[in-house]
């Protein structure tokens, strides 16, 4: 599992820098949002769930039974839409209560 920062959807708004519980983002001479070591990256998905223009995503590697997969989400109100998308263009879609997301 690996965080992916797609560098032409990116605007160095800050949210993932700000909002990292491990503070592993910081913004580039780019103005682009980078990580400091995706090593130390433990999966939380809070910067999936912040970036408003869906520029970061989650990778699901076959380690983890994701084959390739993708993941990002879409913000509708208090509705979280999570989108897993495989590499041969299959899609996913799950919904959950923003306020009951990181309830656990």
């Known amino acids: 599992m690996s965080i992916r920062i797609n560098p032409k959807k990116c605007i160095g708004c800050r949210k993932c820098v700000e909002e990292c519980p491990g503070n592993l983002f910081v913004i580039g001479e780019d103005n682009k949002a980078h990580m400091r070591d995706p090593r130390d990256c433990w999966g939380c998905a809070t910067c999936v769930k912040i970036c ?6 989650m990778y699901l590697g076959a380690d983890i039974g994701g084959d390739g997969t993708s993941m990002i989400v879409k913000h509708s109100g208090n509705v979280l839409h999570w989108i897993f998308e495989s590499p041969d263009g299959m899609k996913l879609f799950v919904e959950t209560d923003r306020t009951e997301s990181n309830k656990y």
């Open 52 to 57: 408003p223009l869906n520029a970061i995503s």
